[in-house]
């Protein structure tokens, strides 16, 4: 008789423990989907910016040190414009003091003419702001 009422106010213990451990458990789960939400989106956004990445390819590669019509874009952020060793870029390209980042980039690609005028990349301008945010959010994952 003891013994049960022992084992049922252990159990008890036992359950609610359990019980408040679950609830945690499942809160953490919500908070973790609510994480993954944006991170999701970004995975679907360099995805779809892998595929306008083709109007580009073309004239660049990611792999580093190999040049097609223009420079690897391998290590692109944070680099200074003009800077691959050994790609012989335009003056205006060189001199455009421009350091590559999201703005920048963005600014860039949207009129390349307009932002550095003179530059010999004859890529008319994505005037697209979805596919210019697809695209560098590919960029991002694609160029490190
Ligand atoms: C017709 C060929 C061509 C196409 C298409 C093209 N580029 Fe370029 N790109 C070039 C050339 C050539 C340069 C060097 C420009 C210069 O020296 O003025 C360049 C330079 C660049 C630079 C500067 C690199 C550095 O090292 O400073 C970036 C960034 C860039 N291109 C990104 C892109 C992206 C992204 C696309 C696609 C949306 C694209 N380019 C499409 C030919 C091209």
Sequence with gaps: MELTKR????????????????MIGIMMLALMTMMMGPGSAEAQDAKAGEAVFRQCAACHTL????????????????????????????????????VWDEPSLADYLKAPKKVVPGTKMTFPGLKDETKLDNLIAYLKQATQ
């Design 63 to 98: 792999e580093a040190g190999k040049a097609k019509i223009g420079p690897s874009l391998h290590g692109l952020f944070g680099r200074k414009a003009g800077t691959v060793e050994g790609f012989s870029y335009s003056e205006a390209m060189k001199g455009s003091g421009i």
């Design 7 to 22: 084992k049922l106010i252990g159990i008890s213990m036992l359950t609610e423990p359990t019980f408040s451990m679950m």
